[in-house]
């Protein structure tokens, strides 16, 4: 299971850090990782990291402003997110995947709005 938290309403320009816990799977043995989908568009991913915390990819429209963090003690993969704008307004979700098995979290809503 994996849940999702840390969404909200915030400003442009601002931040906002969001937080995936697991349970009933041990996050070091899958690729773990962001999607964001709002209203009326497909669902796109953010970024992701491999099981080697160093195997890190970001979509083009989050580079320098996002960045992905696994805490393997806690089993939480976290997106801190940095100079949000408008079209990041959406509802993200967080993945794990392990071949064959993807497991996905409820999501949490953001909001960036003035």
């Known amino acids: 299971q994996l849940v999702e938290s840390g969404g909200g309403l915030v400003q442009p320009g601002g931040s906002l850090t969001l937080s995936c816990a697991a349970s009933?799977?041990?996050?070091?043995?899958?690729?773990i990782g962001w999607f964001r989908q709002a209203p009326g568009k497909e669902r796109e991913g953010i970024s992701c990291?491999?099981?080697?915390?160093?195997?890190?990819k970001y979509a083009d429209f989050v580079k320098g402003r996002f960045a992905i963090s696994k805490d393997n003690d806690k089993n939480t993969v976290y997106l801190q997110m940095n100079s949000l704008k408008p079209e990041d307004t959406a509802v993200y979700l967080c993945?794990?995947?392990?071949?064959?098995?993807?497991?996905w979290g409820q999501g949490t809503q953001v909001t960036v709005s003035s």
């Open positions: 993945y794990a995947y392990l071949r064959p098995r993807i497991y």
């Open positions: 990291i491999g099981t080697s915390d160093t195997d890190i």
């Open positions: 009933g799977i041990n996050l070091d043995h899958y690729q």
